[in-house]
């Protein structure tokens, strides 16, 4: 009996050990392509393609410059999180702690359905109201712009804030709970104070995959940035972000030519864009680890 389990201990271990090799192995494999298209670029333009302002690849000579993008990326990257950080907080502290039951029997599979929309329809849908909206109340022309598409991706983003807020709380020992309501603190002081504190590390976890799956996004951003590639000096300019770039123009790109090594070029950028915010988040772990406290 004991030799049976203890095979079976084998087995589930070698499977988790190959998925983890397999894993690690797919994702090096691609940033080793990345890298290997992309060489070309950045060893005949070098710092340029990150601080040059005009992208003109079938130029004489070619003007490959990624700062424009870089900056569109990061406005509605690090916009979305910002409009869905409150939102999702608010939204995952209501489920767990304060929503009767009914109402979190409804609320959780509608909150969950926005994860299967296509994104192509939220583009949609924020073409068709978003931005005939924004270009009546915020004078934006043509209602295209940064904001416009942040504002689509925070309600994308949503529901993974949601979801592991929620899960976060529910997963606290309930001694906290029940040694907090027995000293006589009111509700809100246990979730302020207490709850969201000790899982502010699931916290910062959601925040960092929605930093990255905002900073990845293409059709939304596509449809709703205004596709202008002119450095983009707020929130409510036009632009377009790194994703959007290589969507539209992959297409027209012929293997092996600079053109081709140039959005190559972009996509490692942006590669190693989302790999330093995660890098960035993480290293915010010891800073909260050692001001966040339970008073």
């Known amino acids: ?100 039951s009914w109402v979190g029997y409804f609320l959780r599979p509608l909150i969950n359905l926005l994860t299967g929309i296509p994104s192509v329809i939220y583009g949609f849908v924020g073409a068709s109201l978003l931005v005939p909206l924004a270009e009546k109340f915020l004078g934006i022309n043509s209602g295209e712009s940064l904001f416009t598409a942040s504002l689509v991706l925070a309600i994308m983003i949503l529901p993974y804030l949601v979801g592991t807020l929620e899960g976060a709380f529910r997963a606290l020992p309930k001694e906290y709970r029940e040694a907090a309501l027995a000293l006589g603190v009111s509700p809100q002081y246990l979730v302020f104070r207490i709850s969201l504190p000790l899982s502010r590390k699931a916290l910062l976890a959601s925040l960092l995959f929605c930093l990255g799956r905002a900073a990845g996004e293409t059709m939304a951003v596509l449809m709703l940035a205004g596709d202008v590639r002119l450095f983009p000096l707020s929130w409510f300019a036009k632009g377009e972000p790194l994703s959007a770039l290589i969507a539209l123009e992959t297409g027209t790109a012929a293997r092996g030519t600079v053109y081709y090594n140039a959005l190559f070029a972009a996509g490692l950028v942006l590669l190693l864009l989302v790999f330093a915010i995660n890098l960035a988040l993480f290293s915010m772990k010891r800073y909260f680890r050692e001001v966040v406290k339970i008073d």
């Open 1 to 100: 009996m004991f030799g049976s389990l203890l095979r079976k201990d084998k087995g589930v271990h070698f499977l988790c050990l190959a998925g983890a090799t397999f894993s690690t192995l797919l994702v090096v494999s691609v940033f080793i392509f990345i890298v290997r298209e992309s060489w070309p670029a950045w060893k005949n333009y070098g710092f340029t393609l990150l601080v040059g302002e005009e992208w003109n690849p079938v130029s004489h000579p070619p003007a490959l410059g990624l700062a424009p993008m870089i900056a569109s990326t990061l406005w509605v990257a690090i916009g979305a999180t910002l409009l869905a950080t409150p939102l999702g907080i608010g939204a995952g502290v209501f489920l767990a702690e304060f929503a009767p």
